[in-house]
């Protein structure tokens, strides 16, 4: 069964670093997405990405995230300079149109 | 803000009874409603679908929508321990939208 994998699994950083997320969606799918879950919370929205361009982002998206497809398969959350409330498992998804997420494992991010 | 609510718990049942999970939604604009399990320190994972009024039946699992209500619900049959598991209700408004999560609800299958 296709699946989204993403990397890495779990990182740690310090805070002011930068990081990058990884994730390779279902090849097929054609919308892309990255979700956070902090501890104990529940699962919120960062980004969407259609057609190589955003085409949605949350409040929670601010200057300090980018998103990006530089070579067709791999789609990477960027995190500019990390605050310690960045501490959060990171979900990359892609969808066939309407049909539901498939989500990756998660990359658990740590911020000290 | 379009929320979507779901009642915490825990919710505890015993192996092999019937475990119902409620979810309501305020956006009367959303087209598409979903259900996925998440074990503890993991991705969700889509167990149902539904997107018209009535009963969808897939397995031990029957989900039923409600548009006139906002209500969703997500019945598990034959509850297993393997079920036990943090339950998110989720909907969208259309098909090019993105997926807006409730809190879920976290289910315990006593053996």
């Known amino acids: 069964e296709p699946e989204v994998t993403q990397t890495p699994s779990h990182q740690v950083t310090q805070m002011g670093q930068e990081v990058i997320l990884r994730c390779v969606p279902i090849s097929n799918h054609l919308y892309f997405y990255w979700y956070r879950q902090i501890l104990g919370q529940k699962v919120e929205f960062l980004v969407s990405f259609y057609n190589n361009e955003i085409s949605e982002k949350s409040e929670i998206f601010d200057d300090q995230f980018s998103v990006e497809r530089p070579d067709g398969s791999n789609f990477t959350l960027k995190i500019r300079s990390t605050k310690l409330e960045d501490s959060a498992m990171y979900f990359c998804?892609?969808?066939?149109?309407?049909?539901?997420?498939?989500f990756g494992s998660g990359t658990r991010l740590t911020v000290v | 803000q379009k929320e979507v609510e779901q009642n915490s718990g825990p919710l505890s049942v015993p192996e092999g009874a019937i475990a119902s999970l409620n979810c309501t939604y305020s956006?009367?604009?959303?087209?598409?409603f979903f259900w996925y399990r998440q074990y503890s320190g993991k991705s969700p994972e889509l167990i149902m679908s539904i997107y018209s009024n009535g009963d969808k039946e897939d397995g031990r699992f029957t989900a039923q929508l409600n548009k006139a209500s906002q209500y969703v619900s997500l019945l598990i049959r034959d509850s297993q321990p393997s079920d036990s598991a943090t339950y998110l209700c989720?909907?969208?408004?259309?098909?090019?939208?993105?997926?807006?999560f409730g809190p879920g609800t976290s289910l315990s299958v006593i053996p």
């Open positions: 989720a909907v969208k408004r259309t098909s090019y939208d993105k997926v807006i």
């Open positions: 956006d009367r604009g959303s087209q598409s």
């Open positions: 998804a892609s969808e066939e149109v309407g049909a539901g997420y498939t």
